[in-house]
């Protein structure tokens, strides 16, 4: 390498210097360490030269995607967490897109990734889960989530835990629920009506949160000593943040929050074990009677892990996307003129106006769905599902070396020009006659493959639900914020200031 044969020219050019004899042929001790010295430095050199080599160019079997491997240690994770307003791919992304082609190489929070913003990659990586590839997720994430939440393990676990989410956010359980979110969503509503102005964001997020952790867990913040929403608040402030462990930096904040959060968790499971109840009231009830169960997989991290996880999943994506609604629906009266007309018939239709949303009534909101997927599209709320090669794999020409990661990203999925005419574009009428509850290589905003989100349907019957109740009952006005960042994943800096008025 021309590096290593510099530093040798070099060394050896260093015999040829002339040098001066003291006097009296006294050579001092500086003198006599000089030429330690000067090789350690040398050495040094080389070995950071080499590292730094290897770093930038590493070992393959086949050919590696193009791509660059960006500063040691760093990689170019401070490029991927840069802050930007576009509502675009993610420059992060598109720039090495229009570099390097839909698959290329990177490295990130010092992991080499392999970035797919290719349809036929993505399919086959969510199509080989458990063979080829696995869930797999950084070590800072992991940190943030817990090493047994259910992200990050594998094969039976995995499905014994999806089936236990399943009993609570499966189709029987959400017709239960129907009620009570409408009931949640009407009151909160009113409530807001009745104020100058509300911050819709974190609004929703207290419902949202309120009636989750109700449901979970039976927790009632006017009823508890300690607030759990502000330790998931402080979690959520510093989720995506550049992994910096000091104190003051948001992700000591976030892991704080998690800290505190499992904390009162638990807490809580110590005492409904201790207090056991004689028939199930929420999910709690069903996770103690599943850990009492002789011989039971289940243990007490892996249920508080997966507590912590379904309390954040259910409120804080959730908030983030009816947001978006409301600010889409405010930027584009056709489409609020379509959602409304399509909710008022549903009440035309009944005997009593007054009466609550009925299952069926719910499943014929065609046109909502539509505004959901095409909101859930644009929001691109999760910016990369990641997963981990478990083994050599050649792909269109590229190797994948095994233990590598791979990020399929979603943004550049959703916003293809080549699927979705002019992508950027609010267009709800563009999913009209597609199939709107199941992900495709086009479609993947609730994931895809075995690990499609569990929760899928809970979230498209909340937003449903609210903009049923918002669009037939109220008017709102935005008065200040609405502004978006993404750092990559989507953020309303300054909120969306919304004034809510009942109409006549």
């Given at each position: 390498m021309p590096a290593f044969s510099f530093f040798f020219f070099f060394l050896s050019s260093l015999s040829s210097f002339p040098t001066s004899t003291p006097p009296f042929h006294v050579k001092s001790q500086s003198s006599k360490m000089w030429p330690i010295a000067l090789c350690i430095a040398t050495f040094v050199i080389i070995s950071i030269i080499h590292w730094?080599?290897?770093?930038?160019?590493?070992?393959?079997?086949?050919?590696?995607?193009?791509?660059?491997?960006?500063?040691?240690?760093?990689?170019?994770?401070?490029?991927?967490?840069?802050?930007?307003?576009?509502?675009?791919?993610?420059?992060?992304i598109k720039e090495r897109m229009e570099r390097y082609g839909p698959i290329f190489r990177t490295n990130l929070v010092g992991r080499p990734v392999v970035v797919s913003t290719?349809?036929?990659?993505?399919?086959?990586?969510?199509?080989?889960?458990?063979?080829?590839?696995?869930?797999?997720?950084?070590?800072?994430?992991?940190?943030?989530?817990?090493?047994q939440n259910v992200g990050s393990l594998h094969g039976f676990m995995y499905k014994y835990l999806k089936n236990m989410v399943l009993n609570l956010f499966g189709p029987e359980s959400l017709k239960k629920m129907l009620s009570e979110v409408e009931q949640a969503t009407c009151r909160n509503l009113n409530r807001w009506s009745c104020q100058d102005t509300v911050e819709l964001k974190e609004a929703t997020a207290r419902m949202i949160f309120d009636l989750t952790a109700?449901?979970?867990?039976?927790?009632?913040?006017?009823?508890?000593?300690?607030?759990?929403?502000?330790n998931f608040v402080?979690?959520?402030?510093?989720?995506?943040?550049?992994?910096?462990?000091?104190?003051?930096?948001?992700?000591?904040?976030?892991?704080?929050?998690?800290?505190?959060?499992?904390?009162?968790?638990?807490?809580?499971?110590?005492?409904?074990?201790?207090?056991?109840?004689?028939?199930?009231?929420?999910?709690?009830?069903?996770?103690?009677e599943e850990l009492n169960k002789e011989g039971t997989v289940l243990t007490e991290a892996i249920a508080l892990d997966l507590m912590f996880v379904l309390l954040f999943a259910s409120f804080e994506t959730t908030s983030l996307a009816i947001t978006l609604a409301a600010k889409f629906l405010s930027d584009?009266?056709?489409v609020l003129k379509k959602l409304t007309e399509e909710h008022e018939a549903i009440l035309e239709k009944r005997e009593n106006v007054d009466s609550e949303l009925t299952w069926k009534e719910y499943k014929s909101m065609t046109f909502t769905f539509q505004f959901i997927n095409e909101t859930v599209r644009l929001a691109n709320i999760v910016p990369g599902i990641f997963r981990k090669a478990l083994r050599e794999i050649q792909f269109k020409g590229y190797t994948i070396?095994?233990?590598?990661?791979?990020?399929?990203?979603?943004?550049?999925?959703?916003?293809?020009?080549?699927?979705?005419?002019?992508?950027?574009?609010?267009?709800p009428w563009r999913w009209e006659g597609l199939e709107s509850s199941c992900a495709s290589k086009h479609f993947m905003a609730f994931g895809g493959g075995m690990r499609f989100c569990v929760?899928?349907?809970?979230?498209?019957?909340?937003?449903?639900?609210?903009?049923?109740?918002?669009?037939?009952?109220?008017?709102?006005?935005?008065?200040?914020?609405?502004?978006?960042?993404?750092?990559?994943?989507?953020?309303?800096?300054?909120?969306?200031?919304?004034?809510?008025?009942?109409?006549?």
């Open positions: 730094s080599y290897s770093w930038r160019n590493p070992k393959c079997n086949g050919k590696l995607p193009p791509g660059s491997m960006g500063l040691p240690l760093l990689g170019e994770t401070l490029q991927f967490f840069a802050p930007n307003t576009s509502s675009d791919i993610p420059p992060f290719d349809p036929d990659l993505n399919h086959f990586i969510f199509q080989q889960e458990g063979q080829l590839f696995q869930s797999w997720y950084p070590d800072t994430f992991t940190e943030i989530f817990g090493r109700k449901k979970l867990i039976s927790y009632d913040q006017e009823k508890s000593s300690e607030n759990l929403r502000e402080a979690f959520i402030q510093g989720l995506i943040s550049f992994p910096l462990d000091i104190p003051g930096t948001a992700y000591h904040k976030c892991l704080q929050g998690r800290k505190n959060a499992m904390r009162m968790l638990k807490n809580m499971l110590k005492q409904r074990r201790a207090m056991p109840r004689k028939e199930q009231s929420d999910f709690f009830d069903y996770v103690i584009h009266p056709l070396p095994a233990g590598w990661a791979v990020m399929v990203c979603p943004p550049a999925v959703h916003l293809n020009p080549a699927k979705y005419e002019d992508p950027l574009a609010f267009n929760g899928t349907e809970f979230t498209k019957m909340q937003m449903a639900v609210f903009l049923h109740c918002l669009v037939t009952k109220y008017r709102w006005q935005a008065i200040r914020g609405g502004d978006i960042v993404r750092t990559p994943g989507l953020q309303f800096p300054n909120g969306l200031h919304v004034k809510i008025s009942r109409t006549n």
